[in-house]
């Protein structure tokens, strides 16, 4: 019990620096575009002279370093404890964005901002210990037991029909078949990161992990799941609102992963009702900030042509909001 808890602690530090370092680079990117921007053409329209600025590559070393964290953190603490707290890069985004860039955190983000934080604390106090694991075999053995097999098939099934089915005719009006690609694959993903994570960690206390077909395995299944991941976030960010989109993936995302979480890892076996039941409280916490803090981040601002057009079929002065399909 001594050794799972060390571990989580140092899980909870790494995820906590991850979205320290991600939501800093967000801001720190985006002062290397504005002075792009002046200096040549602007990223938005094609240019690429944001390469010559040091800003924007200290941003991308600051979300590179926040990545590698959240990859170690898996290898330290349970899913459940790590995927939620990632919320945490958007204050930390939103708090900078207000002092250094001076883009106004209302009093609604400052309502979300609150709402993770306390959503945060409540998951962390309560989160399962990680197990104490010896080798990527033990983790192959739980990654084919019935019930994660199960959940493995229901998942490829469902991205199939996505894929092949809805993607090409209803992708670019529904925004529930990209994101609910990008989540079921997501949840994969990190199985398998935590795998490779805790193979990595076991590697360097000595014991090799890479001698076994089951560590290539595994890196083998998060580097297809990443790719194909990656492509659909990329489509569903590129036909939709990212103020939209970015709150539901965070909130299918993180549900799919603590699902898959709890039935590989079994990270409530050792848990009663009651802290179960204050874990599921606090995520529920986080994702009403979370949800807060993207709908209401342009509230005051003047609307944007994302957010609303002009039809033709109406006065000139008239204006309906943009519909989206979920």
């Known amino acids: 019990m001594g050794e799972s808890s060390h571990d989580n602690v140092i899980g909870l530090v790494l995820a906590l620096?991850?979205?320290?370092?991600?939501?800093?680079?967000f801001i720190i990117k985006k002062l290397g575009l504005k002075r792009a921007a002046n200096n040549g053409k602007r990223a938005a329209t094609g240019g690429h002279s944001y390469l010559y600025e040091p800003w924007w590559w200290a941003g991308m070393i600051s979300m590179i370093g926040g990545e590698i964290a959240n990859f170690a953190a898996y290898a330290f603490a349970p899913a459940l404890l790590v995927t939620p707290l990632g919320a945490l890069s958007i204050i930390f985004s939103a708090v900078l964005a207000h002092f250094i860039l001076e883009e106004k955190l209302h009093i609604f983000g400052v309502l979300g901002c609150a709402l993770c934080v306390v959503g945060s604390i409540t998951i962390v106090l309560h989160a399962p210990h990680e197990k104490v694991i010896h080798s990527v075999k033990e983790v192959w053995h739980l990654a084919t037991e019935p019930g994660f097999i199960i959940y493995i098939c229901a998942v490829v099934i469902l991205v199939s029909v996505l894929i092949f089915g809805f993607a090409r005719s209803r992708g670019q009006s529904h925004m529930m078949v990209y994101i609910g690609i990008c989540s079921l694959t997501g949840s994969i993903t990190v199985m398998g990161v935590k795998a490779v994570g805790i193979a990595l960690k076991l590697t360097f206390e000595g014991k090799n992990q890479f001698v076994y077909f089951q560590t290539w395995f595994f890196t083998v299944v998060v580097i297809g799941c990443c790719l194909l991941q990656i492509n659909y976030l990329n489509k569903a960010l590129d036909a939709f609102n990212t103020a939209v989109v970015s709150p539901v993936y965070y909130v299918m995302f993180t549900s799919f992963t603590i699902f898959a979480s709890v039935i590989m890892f079994k990270d409530w076996d050792t848990q009663n009702a009651t802290q179960i039941a204050t874990e599921l409280c606090g995520f529920v916490?986080?994702?009403s900030g979370t949800f807060l803090l993207h709908r209401t981040k342009d509230m005051g601002d003047k609307p944007s042509e994302a957010a609303v057009y002009s039809s033709p079929h109406l006065p000139n002065n008239?204006?309906?909001?943009?519909r989206i399909e979920i």
């Open 285 to 287: 916490t986080i994702l």
């Open 318 to 322: 008239t204006q309906t909001p943009e």
């Open 17 to 25: 620096s991850s979205s320290v370092f991600i939501g800093s680079s």
